[in-house]
């Protein structure tokens, strides 16, 4: 077996997502019931028919991006007759898609999952309001270049970093307001294609987030997260990781520490991973995949037509 299974982050939420999987599947609609009551709110309604600019808000799109990957999960589960152990050999997840893997690999309940990332939106939220910041996406420029920006970028004790490396020549920086401004004007000096602020509330992955991080290491301290039947590549190694207290570390580490998105597929790859498999609304990682290793194969599952498909990738 050579396929990973990978789960999307912040970005991906759309209204209507997972409706098609509710309606088709039961196994599905217990998914989305199980995140419902878990967070006792009706979640499910505002990501089928709900406001666009309220299910983009952060605590309900970090729990809603993982509710309709796990229902896409069990979906595969049932239809092949295989667990996620015999479906693949490794998951990984970008961001807030670390907890989707975590939760498909068995380390995690969904209910866990969902209040996790119920909680982890909120204290990101939270810690913006204490330290606003912002992040920017540099396209053209090699991560050696952008190093080199946000360095130059950071003064004044305005701090400005990478946030995620999301293929080559795709980096997401982040940090204080006018270091990010100074970046975006340095890095188009420097010839970037692109340099623009993404729509988002706040400096994620950076070190404004040290509140979060904080209230995300109080909450993990009090759960029990179980070994992963198969290892998970995190986002701060890129690396397999399969030790529940070190995931535990990991994850607190995650909130003001950069994804490394780019080294976990080489890493994945580098283990003989040669297929890779989307779980949830969008394509945003197989785009990214296939500008990492054009070899590798990738398809993304997010809806009935993406479950048929799924199963024929992986049969």
Not at 28 to 49: I, R, T
Not at 83 to 92: G, P, S
Not at 124 to 151: F, R, T, W, Y
Not at 191 to 214: E, I, N, T, Y
Request: aromatic letters at 4%.
């Amino acid at each position: 077996m050579n396929t990973a299974f990978v789960f999307p982050g912040q970005g991906s939420q759309t209204v209507g997502m997972g409706q098609e999987l509710y309606q088709q599947f039961s196994i599905a609609k217990q998914v989305f019931e199980e995140v419902d009551d878990a967070l006792n709110l009706k979640l499910s309604d505002l990501m089928f028919s709900g406001d666009i600019a309220e299910l983009t808000q952060t605590e309900n799109a970090q729990p809603a991006i993982m509710a309709v990957s796990m229902a896409v999960v069990r979906v595969l589960e049932q239809e092949t007759g295989r667990k996620i152990n015999e479906l693949a050999t490794c998951v990984a997840g970008h961001s807030l898609g670390e907890y989707s893997a975590l939760c498909a690999s068995g380390a995690l309940s969904v209910a866990d999952t969902a209040q996790l990332l119920r909680t982890r939106g909120l204290a990101m939220k939270e810690a913006s309001v204490d330290a606003p910041g912002a992040m920017a996406a540099i396209l053209g420029l090699d991560m050696k270049q952008v190093s080199k920006i946000v360095n130059e970028a950071s003064q004044n004790r305005e701090i400005c970093v990478i946030a995620n490396d999301n293929c080559p020549g795709q980096v997401v920086i982040s940090g204080y307001l006018n270091a990010i401004d100074r970046a975006i004007d340095i890095a188009l000096q420097s010839g970037a294609k692109k340099a623009l602020k993404l729509p988002v509330s706040g400096g994620f992955h950076s070190p404004l987030m040290g509140r979060a991080a904080d209230k995300m290491k109080s909450v993990l301290e009090e759960l029990t997260i179980q070994k992963p039947q198969v290892p998970i590549v995190a986002n701060i190694t890129a690396e397999f990781e399969q030790n529940p207290q070190r995931i535990k570390e990991l994850l607190v580490a995650q909130v003001t520490g950069s994804v490394r998105w780019t080294e976990s597929v080489q890493y994945m790859t580098s283990q003989g991973i040669t297929d890779f498999v989307e779980c949830g609304n969008g394509k945003v990682l197989c785009g990214l995949i296939k500008r990492i290793n054009g070899e590798a194969r990738s398809i993304a599952v997010g809806n009935k037509d993406g479950i048929t498909q799924g199963l024929a990738f992986l049969s």
